[in-house]
């Protein structure tokens, strides 16, 4: 068990620019979860995946936010035309896919800053 | 709306003693609860799990507590120890009843421990 890996823990850009974060989840995981965390928050959901089934998005995600996971192993999240209120840290997260209730475990995130 | 509250930003205890976070949530489809704790530069770590049906669960050092007619839960930790210091998240999930939920979490907002020496 590696645990959940994010790239790049860090990522600065100019806005309007284009941005994508890679997850890779613990192996075997089919479930695998974006949140986005911003200052004083807790994360809030993005999206979710069961395999390579994009299968809920929240409302947060706007339409500059798409999101992959094309073998059902890992996934990545791309900005379009990033805004200052992107900046945040965006977290994923994977869980067996056995039970919904299984806790799900977290990538270090990477943290997005718009200048 | 904010569905998973923790109104308490931060906790000061000493070593030793009990810590008590509490959190309130307002959705009644909410039947499973979770406690993360998160350091710095990390992401959240699982804690304690509570199932609906059940009012207490332990493990160890950690006791999680269901008031469900009240929708409250509470995390007692004993002995707080320094090493405790971190920022702690409850999060619920939503009952599957329809085949609608995912399991997503929807989390509080955090309540900072500082367990000092």
């Known amino acids: 068990d590696t645990g959940v890996s994010q790239n790049p823990r860090h990522k600065i850009t100019k806005r309007g620019q284009n941005v994508t974060f890679r997850c890779d989840p613990i192996?075997?995981?089919?479930?695998l979860y974006w949140y986005r965390q911003t200052l004083g928050q807790g994360p809030e959901f993005l999206t979710y995946?069961?395999?390579?089934?994009?299968?809920?998005k929240s409302r947060l995600l706007s339409d500059r936010f798409s999101a992959e996971r094309p073998k059902g192993s890992f996934s990545t999240l791309e900005i379009q035309r990033t805004e200052q209120g992107d900046s945040a840290m965006y977290l994923c997260?994977?869980?067996?896919?056995?039970?919904?209730?299984?806790?799900?475990?977290f990538g270090d995130g990477t943290r997005l800053s718009i200048l | 709306d904010q569905q998973v509250k923790q109104n308490s930003p931060s906790l000061s205890v000493q070593e030793g003693r009990i810590s008590i976070l509490n959190c309130d949530y307002t959705?009644?489809?909410?039947?499973?609860f979770l406690w993360y704790k998160k350091y710095p530069a990390e992401g959240p770590t699982f804690l304690i799990s509570?199932?609906?049906?059940?009012d207490k669960n332990e493990d160890g050092r950690f006791t999680v507590f269901l008031n469900k007619s009240a929708k409250h839960l509470s995390l007692h930790i004993v002995p707080s120890q320094p090493g405790d210091s971190a920022v702690y998240f409850c999060?619920?999930?939503?009952?599957?009843?329809?085949?609608?939920?995912?399991?997503?979490?929807?989390f509080g907002q955090g309540t900072i421990l500082t367990v000092h020496p």
């Open positions: 995946f069961q395999n390579e089934a994009q299968l809920e």
């Open positions: 959705n009644s489809m909410f039947d499973y």
């Open positions: 999060a619920a999930i939503q009952s599957n009843a329809g085949g609608t939920s995912y399991g997503k979490l929807t």
């Open positions: 509570i199932s609906s049906i059940k």
């Open positions: 997260a994977s869980s067996p896919g056995d039970s919904l209730y299984q806790p799900q475990h």
């Open positions: 192996s075997e995981h089919n479930r």
